[in-house]
């Protein structure tokens, strides 16, 4: 089948809930042996118009529109009419792989046994557990699984996010379907791991002559990945090309926004003077610092070792590396959730490690932590002004008016309307719920600040809004702040430091011009390496 017949196309497609159309008239084609992006924020349409073609729309949606497969080069299914064979369809003839691998399992079941299903129900009873069972291994080691045997006898829970995708995509592509729609499929990854995937993904599409629909919101995912694009914005498509003319000639102003919120990695150039290591560390502005801090969580057996480093007033330092580096278990120690078995933390010139009971609580208090998943760090049941208010409640001294004052404050300098005050997590969007985490954690005004990966799992556009607004709020406030990060593009636009860790180790540590641009060690150019050079294609 050449490039130009399509073996998927969708004219006029429209999904309404409650009567209310949510996309409007989609257009679309998909090409064997291709990977075609469908890009837009969060709301745009992009999920919904995908999980329509294997008919996984949400329950109570209707679907109006066209969507023909041919199947096999020969025979036309439309893929939305009321007699389209579903069970052949789904898994069949369209795979998917969804953003998060860990919930789209079942934690009961092991990871093979569940990709065996998956024959068994297109087998009709014709294959034998010993030949079902090799076909799993095979298809296992095809997606880059080596050691087969562990992941098929292993359960969710024990698999890393990048070997849990991986086995995600061998259920997906395992009864070697035409078509696979990757929704998300790297957008909670490290970006070695990420890149892995979205090799694969490329080696499939090429392997195999399928055809990708790859969901995503970030455009350095699209550059690295796709041949084409399609834009959404509201429900609509508003721009359709090849990667290289929309992202060189972009026509549309909601393309032109997309392509420049990413962040971006800059290479060449010279440093001056400013960025050695050597002037960005003024003793009388620390804050924080490490001093040969190991931990260890078995004993005998260190998660972290001999780490130093500091963190100076209205500085950042980012903290890189991929997941299982030790990042997280750093931000535990600075916090006091966990106590080191070696070295010192000294906060504010004290030894946190000496400190106990109230003194350790007042020291603490001037500390403020940004998650992750602002979502699952607000407590749904309370209001957004409760949980403003809860630092303020935990360390007292403050009236109810004083509190209530506060959180109206707060909510002014993180740009969000006071009637938010009564709503819960729920009610607000991702980027909403991030900047209420964010004035929660500076409500008492903390020294330092640590934000734990703050805008993985926002768009860009958001995740460019809530950047700027952090470094908004550290020139008014002045805090010190450690930023945990994987995204080398994003260590760029917000810090002044950054320190490398790998391991447990720190491997590499500095001014953010001179690492960039002059790595030392290989780690630190393996990550520079695997980023997204979206510059590169979109520079002037």
């Known amino acids: 089948m050449s490039r130009k017949e399509p073996i998927v196309s969708v004219t006029g497609l429209t999904v309404a809930f409650g009567g209310r159309d949510v996309t409007h008239a989609i257009d679309l084609e998909l090409y064997p042996g291709r990977i075609t992006a469908l890009v837009g924020e969060s709301g745009s349409g992009k999920t919904v118009t995908a999980m329509a073609l294997p008919r996984l729309e949400p329950t109570g949606a209707v679907v109006r529109g066209n969507a023909s497969l041919i199947r096999d080069g020969e025979s036309t299914i439309d893929l939305l009419s009321d007699k389209a064979p579903v069970s052949l369809i789904r898994g069949g003839l369209i795979g998917v792989v969804f953003q998060e691998p860990s919930t789209a399992f079942n934690p009961v079941f092991t990871v093979g046994s569940q990709i065996a299903e998956a024959v068994r129900s297109h087998a009709n009873g014709k294959i034998h557990n010993v030949d079902c069972k090799e076909r799993v291994l095979r298809q296992l080691r095809e997606v880059g699984l080596a050691d087969a045997e562990r992941i098929y006898g292993s359960y969710p829970h024990q698999l890393s996010g990048g070997q849990l995708q991986r086995a995600m995509i061998a259920m997906a592509i395992i009864n070697r379907p035409q078509v696979l729609i990757a929704d998300e499929p790297t957008t909670a990854l490290d970006v070695t791991t990420q890149k892995g995937i979205l090799t694969l993904l490329k080696e499939l599409a090429s392997t195999l002559s399928l055809a990708i629909l790859l969901i995503t919101h970030d455009m350095g995912v699209v550059h690295m990945t796709a041949q084409d694009v399609y834009v959404m914005q509201h429900g609509h498509i508003v721009e359709y090309g090849s990667v290289d003319k929309v992202f060189q000639y972009p026509q549309k102003e909601y393309t032109k926004v997309l392509l420049s919120a990413v962040p971006k990695l800059r290479f060449g150039g ?42 100076k007033r209205g500085h950042t330092n980012a903290l890189v590396g991929e997941s299982g580096a030790g990042k997280s ?90 009637e938010v005050a009564f709503r819960y997590p729920h009610q607000l969007s991702g980027g909403q719920r991030q900047r209420v985490g964010i004035a929660r954690s500076l409500v008492l005004r903390p020294d330092l600040l640590l934000a734990d990966e703050p805008t993985s799992s926002l768009d860009v556009t958001v995740q460019r809004r809530i950047l700027h607004l952090l470094h908004e709020l550290q020139d008014e406030y002045g805090f010190a702040c450690l930023f945990i990060t994987h995204d080398l593009g994003i260590v760029q636009e917000v810090a002044d430091e950054v320190t490398v860790m790998k391991d447990g180790h720190l491997v590499e540590h500095g001014a953010v011009g001179s690492v960039l641009r002059h790595p030392k060690d290989a780690y630190t150019k393996m990550l520079l390496e695997a980023s997204p050079k979206f510059d590169v294609i979109n520079a002037s």
């Not at 969580?297 to 972290?304: D, E, F, L, M």
């Not at 940004?370 to 002004?385: C, E, I, M, Y």
Request: charged share 25%.
């Open 270 to 311: 010279s440093t001056d003077s400013s960025e050695d290591a050597d002037d960005i560390v003024d003793s009388h502005d620390v804050v924080a610092r490490l001093d040969n801090v190991s931990v260890e969580y078995v004993r005998g057996k260190k998660a972290v070792s001999n780490i130093s480093f500091s963190l």
């Open 329 to 418: 278990t750093i931000a535990k120690v600075l916090s006091g959730q966990l106590n080191p078995a070696e070295g010192n933390v000294i906060f504010e010139n004290v030894s946190l490690n000496a400190l106990k009971g109230k003194k350790r609580r007042h020291a603490l208090s001037h500390l403020g932590y940004v998650f992750q998943d602002s979502g699952s760090a607000l407590n749904p049941r309370k209001t957004v002004a409760w949980s403003i208010a809860e630092p303020m409640q935990v360390v007292g001294g403050f009236s109810q008016d004083e509190r209530q004052a506060k959180v109206y404050e707060m909510l002014d300098r993180v740009e969000l309307p006071r």
